[in-house]
């Protein structure tokens, strides 16, 4: 249960957050590679968590989540989706003012 509280605070203390394999500088996966790289180019400050050094939170946060893979992005405490979803949100323009809204969030 503590893993699940963990998590919890994670994702409510972090406006913007991405579960991923590895760090945005040192990637360890190809779909993280590119989610993160799409939360950099967005320009908002963003938390990470590398699952592959908390293999208790790797293996809770798809309960916790309901969503199977990584990368999962939460942002202001919600689950966003995937590498697909992030993608699909970055190429439609949707996810740089969802981004800037977390932050701005963040900033009150």
Do not use: H
Not at 32 to 40: D, R, T, Y
Not at 61 to 68: G, N, V
């Amino acid at each position: 249960m503590e893993v699940l509280e963990t998590i919890q605070n994670q994702v409510r203390e972090n406006p913007i957050l991405i579960y991923m394999k590895g760090s945005p500088d040192q990637p360890q996966c190809g779909f993280s590679s590119q989610a993160s790289q799409m939360l950099i180019s967005c320009g908002k400050r963003f938390a990470y968590i590398d699952i592959l050094a908390n293999p208790e939170i790797r293996a809770n946060l798809p309960a916790f989540s309901e969503w199977p893979t990584f990368p999962q992005l939460f942002v202001s405490g919600e689950l966003v989706g995937g590498c697909d979803i992030i993608t699909e949100m970055y190429d439609s323009g949707e996810l740089q003012p969802l981004l800037e809204e977390a932050a701005g969030e963040s900033e009150s």
